[in-house]
């Protein structure tokens, strides 16, 4: 299987579409207001079997297309799995994973920071959840002609696409997990995507169970000043 790729236009321009600007304390609150909603979100792990409509995740997924992209190629592909026969193989391979992982090829290291977590090797909200998308990074796309056309900045691209999903998601009221068992080869073969396809993250999409608990741990953001900096203008030199 592969992915076609159109033959890149000539260079043109057009009018910004769509752009509007604020007054700044129109812009001050919207910033606020997002950063308020988005801080809300946190990793959820039990989650209702409650089915997702369909129009949801489609306008998600193209808000997640919108996303920036080397050279604009747009390096990703996401499959959704909702069949609870594919589900369940998922669970069964990521499970095998994880047992592996946590029974000695992690290194105590990683395993203790993700103690204040409190993850395991059992993943059963792989089958409860209504949603799995698996996200793909395609490491080079494929002309009409068969030959192969090179992608650039794939993981960068790949990353910022995922960013909006996820936000996206929480935008519409649902709850996600990113979930990331090493190696996941064996998404390619149960979504049936082509090995130029690396599989990166399996979203879980849902709602979250009622009485849904989250570790503490998982809400502790560092502050502004651990995470950024200002450079302003240097001081001339006397």
Known sequence: MTQEIAAAPPFLQ?????????????MQ?????????????????????????RAVIEDCLLAAGTAPSGANQQPW????????????????????????????????????ALAPLGTDPNKPFLEEAPVLIGIFAQK?????????LSHYYVPESVGIASGFLIAALHH????????????MGFLNEICGRPASEKPVILLVVGYPRPGCLVPVHGGI??????????????????
């Open 221 to 238: 953001k560092k502050p502004l000043a651990q995470i950024a900096q200002w450079l302003d203008a240097e001081p001339e030199a006397a």
């Open 140 to 148: 080079y796309g494929v002309r009409p002609d068969g030959t192969r």
């Open 172 to 183: 519409a009221g649902l709850a996600t997990l990113t979930h990331t068992p090493s190696p």
């Open 77 to 112: 592909f996401f499959s959704v799995i909702t069949d609870p026969a594919r589900k369940r193989r998922i669970r069964e391979a990521a499970e095998k994973e994880e047992r592996e992982f946590y029974g000695g090829k992690a290194p105590k290291e990683w395993l203790d």
């Open 14 to 26: 057009e009018p910004l579409p769509s752009y509007q600007e604020y007054e700044t304390e129109r």
């Open 29 to 53: 609150e919207r910033a606020a207001t997002f950063y308020r909603d988005i801080a809300r979100r946190r990793t959820v792990r039990d989650f209702d079997s409650r089915p997702v409509p």
